[in-house]
């Protein structure tokens, strides 16, 4: 299986997944991910994702 890199994350937002992760009981961050991953691409497969509001959300108004 392929390895999957995902850059562009802040610090601060990989702080925030990994104390979601803690909170969450989770076996494993990779087991986190996987879910919220697939998750969110069935969502944005639906089309129920606004990309500039979602962009707002997280990277915060530029």
Known sequence: MTD????????A???EIEQRVDESG???????LRRRLRAGITIYD???IN????????????
């Not at 999957?4 to 610090?11: E, H, V």
């Not at 990309?51 to 530029?62: C, F, K, S, Y």
């Open 26 to 32: 989770a076996s494993s961050r990779s087991e986190w």
């Open 46 to 48: 639906a089309g129920e």
């Open 4 to 11: 999957l890199n995902i850059s562009g994350i802040t610090d």
């Open 13 to 15: 937002e990989v702080e």
């Open 51 to 62: 990309e500039a509001e979602l962009d707002r959300l997280v990277i915060g108004d530029e």
